[in-house]
């Protein structure tokens, strides 16, 4: 079955970087347009990247654009998020997600479990 | 970008039907998704496509859109359907957004 698997993060200090992992199972990346999603704690959902299907096109939220990267390795069928010049205010639980039906943009199905970032000095 | 909006919290007793609103101005040309997170967990869509109800998911959820304004009912509420729900949708230009949430509580 289709699983998603987040790994990386932790504990980092402001102005920092860090990668995180989505490690994918039970699905091709190379079908599917991939998002990282994040969660301030006691707070709602927040979109941050995507990826699409064929890894040509990525978009940004506002809040991350110039410091955050998606990329992607189809030898491991992994999704990947690059965060530099990382700020406080990007504390958050990071949940990688998929679009349900394939080489479109239509809704996120299934998400991973989610990897916790801190950001504190 | 673009902002959807719903209410905080939504409060029913058990066996009520319980409706959860979500409004912006993209809901009246794009998709709306709803989605479900109890505590500690990731989330799950409920209701894709505005009205459409993912296998798996009891016949109770349903959805329904009326011009800029989208709304997640839930008939004969259960006590597990406690949770937050998060209305979804997209620009087409690449921009996602999801709504503040709305904490349902089933008293």
């Known amino acids: 079955q289709v699983q998603l698997v987040e790994s990386g993060g932790g504990v980092v200090q402001p102005g920092r970087s860090l990668r995180l992992s989505c490690a994918a199972s039970g699905f091709s990346l190379s079908l599917f347009a991939m998002h990282w999603v994040r969660q301030a704690p006691g707070k709602g959902l927040e979109w941050v990247a995507a990826l699409s299907y064929d890894g040509r096109n990525d978009y940004y939220a506002d809040s991350v654009k110039g410091r955050f990267t998606i990329s992607r390795d189809s030898s491991k069928n992994s999704l990947y998020l690059q965060m530099n010049s990382l700020r406080v205010e990007d504390t958050a639980v990071y949940y990688c997600a998929k679009m349900a039906e394939p080489m479109g943009y239509n809704w996120f199905d299934p998400w991973g479990q989610g990897t916790l970032v801190t950001v504190s000095s | 970008s673009f902002a959807l909006t719903q209410p905080p919290s939504v409060s029913v007793s058990p066996g009520q039907t319980a409706r959860i609103t979500c409004s912006g101005d993209?809901?009246?040309?794009?998709?709306s998704y709803w989605y479900q997170q109890r505590p500690g967990q990731a989330p799950v869509v409920v209701i894709y496509?505005?009205?459409e109800r993912p296998s798996g998911i009891p016949e109770r959820f349903s959805g329904s859109t009326s011009g800029t304004t989208v709304t997640l009912t839930i008939s004969g509420v259960q006590a597990e359907d406690e949770a937050d729900y998060y209305c979804q949708s997209a620009d087409g230009r690449g921009t996602w957004v999801f709504g503040g949430g709305t904490t349902l509580t089933v008293l």
């Open positions: 496509k505005d009205n």
């Open positions: 993209v809901l009246s040309n794009q998709y």
